[in-house]
């Protein structure tokens, strides 16, 4: 009696413990998961009573149950356990579960040598926890349910991509203008670039020519729109994007994010939709980062090995990913992305690459009335357009790295004029965006010509690019963002030059001005109107 009551006692905690993992298990994926993954189908199913009368041939009524940790189905693959608490799971996280179980306590039970990989899963359900741990897995018969749908939420098809629809090169660029203001040559050439990457991806199986991939190498300073090419470009495409910094990078079993993490990201953002994540663009920042450490004994982790870890993705291979997590984990699912049909970016400031290409271009100078002047070059503003792989191999990228990047193209640093326009003309420019907000508030705001030149020069003197244009104007607009809703009578704000240049203050007009103002108008307006009236009956009298 006391052995029987031993043994209950210790299937009571093995089982107490046992559910303690899952459910720790199952939170520890549930903070993995990308905010954009999709939703657990077993929200969207609940189970009930089988009736062997009631029969019916909708194929809406499958079983659709998931694991509570990896969130599979069993139409993913997943051979689940449905466990006496009413959860599910499947054999591999359950095996996981009982390993770390074993991990922890040092085995001694059956449940240390149970084997989960050849069990018969139809006879788990609702089966005594003691028999499991003891192995016991012989003739009971659960009841039978089957999944009920309780309801479907339609989701949203992306149309995929044909050679009809996809976009010519100078429909590309023609969208791409409305959003991004110069870098024309930049464009035009990232849209023949990505027309025929897609065309490509399309014709794969066409025909038995096979055509390279149409990977991309940007090259400009910072804050040139280098990044907002790329969103742009994806957006208009419809295509998943993944964005990440090369600086976070390293060499497999090093401390930060494996290579194979930017193709995690991706498949978060294709909702896991692996076909889908496959024909999707990558675009790698700061690739300059990863130059080949100059002088150094040591292992190069973040530099030259990380340009070796990506030689893979950039030529098209095989790679199993984790899903919903940056770095391959025991508890985290993974599948199997193919990159050969995925469009790689890569973009940096490659800061230093302009004194290469000085000395290369006046290597040859010499002494003499033809000799070329050492600062000839100096005062260049587009150096980088002379850029050539050679120039790109001695700044710190390895040959093999370079020659998967066969379109390599510079942008140009951004001029006063460029500044303004990037803050009135495109379809998202700054200046609307705040002239929307504080419409909002029923107030009208302005910007004087003089303001819009002083803020671009206040942003080249911050040599950051376009990056600078929002923090300026924030710094200007906070106190008026923060005293307008203070007060029902502001009608118009005017943003002046004098205020930018700190010499004076906003034209701040009420309300009740305006609406004079408006009267004024439109008395002016009918005044206008009732001399027509007059002097054409006037001509008609005459005609008469």
Do not use: W
């Not at 999944?147 to 989701?155: C, D, E, L, P, S």
């Not at 991706?266 to 939709?273: G, M, P, Q, V």
């Not at 001399?531 to 006037?538: A, F, G, Q």
């Amino acid at each position: 009696m006391k052995k029987e009551n031993t043994r209950n006692q210790e299937e009571l905690v093995l089982e107490d413990a046992l559910t303690q993992i899952i459910f720790n298990e199952k939170e520890e994926q549930d903070m993995v998961e990308d905010d954009n993954a999709e939703e657990i189908d077993d929200e969207d199913y609940e189970v009930e009573e089988d009736n062997e009368d009631d029969d019916e041939d909708d194929d809406s009524k499958k079983k659709m149950d998931s694991c509570c940790v990896c969130h599979r189905t069993e139409s993913q693959g997943a051979k689940l356990i449905h466990m006496p608490t009413g959860l599910s799971i499947c054999s591999d996280c359950m095996q996981k579960s009982f390993d770390s179980f074993n991990s922890g306590f040092g085995g001694g039970n059956g449940i240390q040598f149970l084997d989960l990989s050849n069990m018969d899963f139809n006879n788990l359900k609702d089966m005594n926890l003691g028999e499991l741990l003891s192995g016991n897995l012989s003739n009971q018969k659960p009841k039978t349910k089957k999944a009920k749908k309780k309801k479907k939420k339609n989701k949203k098809e992306e149309p995929k991509l044909t050679l009809k629809n996809i976009p010519a090169p100078h429909q590309i660029k023609a969208q791409l203008d409305e959003y991004v203001i110069g870098q024309d040559y930049a464009k035009k050439v990232m849209s023949v670039a990505v027309y025929n990457h897609y065309k490509r991806v399309i014709t794969n199986t066409m025909d038995e020519i096979e055509i390279d991939k149409s990977n991309m190498l940007m090259i400009g300073p910072t804050g040139s729109g280098k990044t907002h090419l790329v969103k742009t470009l994806a957006r208009l495409l419809n295509v998943p994007l993944a964005i990440c910094d090369a600086t976070s990078l390293t060499e497999a079993g090093y401390i930060g994010d494996d290579v194979e993490s930017v193709l995690s990201k991706l498949l978060a953002n294709a909702d896991n939709d692996v076909e889908r994540a496959e024909t999707g663009i990558i675009f790698i920042d700061e690739i300059d980062k990863i130059a080949k450490k100059k002088n150094t004994t040591s292992r190069d982790v973040s530099g030259e090995s990380v340009q070796q870890g990506l030689l893979k993705l950039l030529e098209g291979s095989e790679v199993e990913v984790p899903v919903g997590a940056s770095s391959k984990n025991a508890m985290v699912p993974t599948a199997v992305m193919n990159t050969r049909n995925i469009l790689f970016i890569c973009g940096g400031a490659f800061p230093g690459l302009e004194d290469i290409i000085k000395e290369r271009m006046t290597q040859h100078s010499s002494i003499g009335f033809h000799a070329e002047l050492k600062d000839k070059y100096d005062h260049e503003k587009n150096l980088l357009q002379n850029v050539t792989v050679e120039d790109i191999r001695k700044f710190g990228m390895i040959p093999e790295f370079i020659g998967r990047l066969p379109i390599i193209f510079t942008l140009n640093a951004l001029t006063k004029e460029m500044l303004v326009d990037i803050l009135k003309e495109p379809k998202n420019a700054i200046l609307k965006q705040y002239q929307k907000l504080l419409a909002l508030d029923e107030v009208d705001l302005q910007f004087e010509d003089g303001a819009l030149t002083a803020i671009a020069e206040k942003a080249l003197e911050k040599d950051t690019g376009a990056r600078a244009l929002r923090a300026i104007i924030e710094k200007f607009m906070l106190d008026i963002m923060y005293e307008i809703p203070k007060d029902d009578n502001i009608g118009r704000v005017t943003i002046t030059e004098d205020y930018i240049r700190n010499n004076g203050a906003p034209l701040i007009e009420m309300r009740p001005y305006l609406q004079l103002e408006q009267k004024k108008k439109e008395l002016a307006s009918m005044e206008m109107k009732q001399k027509d009236r007059t002097e054409d009956k006037s001509e008609d009298e005459t005609e008469r």
